[in-house]
């Protein structure tokens, strides 16, 4: 299906759809619990000095990273899975388990991702590339990135890479807001979409570029230029379209700074392009305020 996304006061937006061979309520639930976590081997290269270790706002180290990776809440204001401030290139974070887990996609997170090999010696030298499988991360994810791992993994540990050249010296962190990891296998269909929107900034090329609409599809944001107030009667849009029809499970959005979104859907079997079909040949599938 073809999806029409209207925004009644002020529109912009990151965006995903995410598509699953299956629903259910506990699709979203983290395959990792307080029981099967590994706290001791769930830890950063270089990893942070003193007991919170990098979660200064949580109560503990444990409590952060619970939050961090949604295994319970209440997520702590602005925590983050880093690693230490350092100046070397390359950096890494270990997820540990006490149980091999079945996973099936990440959503979130950051880095180069993959998954100890099931051979490997278990909690697995972030180091040595033989002991880890990548994970292809599709590309032209905006916002949150889905990562769906290959069928039927299980395994003990999953690391996260990053590289960072400095220029002139110094030191910094690598790491991550978040990240929920779950059994499901999901995929981002936004990428393959063409996008149209009902208005977008206009001006320096820098300012085209950082709010045209085909960044939803690209890995960005979209922001619009209405020219008289928002209103239900005058809404700003955006439309996705794919060659053929897709069924999807949710959408999420992203700093969506608007009063009232609503989701609409093409009618089977109209005709043209839907950036320029009528109410008429739409259907609301939901409202979000």
Do not use: C
Not at 35 to 55: L, S
Not at 81 to 110: H, M, S
Not at 168 to 188: M, W, Y
Not at 239 to 264: Q, R, S
């Amino acid at each position: 299906m073809n999806s029409r996304l209207s925004s009644f006061w002020l529109a912009f937006f990151t965006l995903l759809l995410i598509a699953s061979a299956g629903f259910s309520q506990s699709l979203f639930q983290s395959v990792i619990t307080d029981a099967n976590i590994d706290y001791t081997n769930t830890t950063e290269f270089p990893a942070h000095p003193g007991e919170k270790g990098g979660f200064w706002v949580a109560a503990s180290r444990n409590d952060g990273l619970a939050g961090a990776l949604h295994i319970r809440g209440p997520l702590a204001p602005h925590a983050s899975w880093i690693t230490d401030e350092t100046d070397q290139k390359q950096r890494y974070l270990r997820l540990a388990f006490k149980e091999v887990l079945p996973i099936g996609t990440i959503i979130g997170a950051g880095g180069a991702v993959s998954y100890l090999k099931a051979d490997a010696a278990y909690p697995g030298d972030v180091t040595k590339e033989d002991q880890w499988v990548a994970v292809s991360i599709p590309e032209g994810q905006a916002g949150e990135q889905v990562i769906p791992f290959p069928p039927d993994i299980t395994t003990r540990a999953i690391r996260f890479s990053f590289t960072d050249s400095l220029l002139g010296g110094g030191k910094s962190h690598s790491g991550f807001g978040g990240a929920l990891v779950i059994k499901a296998r999901l995929h981002n269909l936004t990428p393959e979409a063409t996008a149209f929107a009902s208005s977008q900034p206009t001006g320096t090329a820098n300012v085209i570029e950082a709010t045209r609409v085909q960044n939803l599809i690209t890995g960005g944001s979209w922001s619009a230029a209405p020219k008289a107030d928002i209103s239900p009667e005058n809404p700003e849009w955006v439309v996705l379209t794919w060659p053929e029809a897709k069924k999807f499970i949710g959408i999420g959005f992203i700093n969506a700074f608007a009063k009232v979104l609503e989701i609409d859907t093409l009618n089977d079997n109209e005709k043209g392009n839907p950036a320029v079909a009528p109410d008429a040949s739409w259907t609301k599938a939901s409202t979000v305020n």
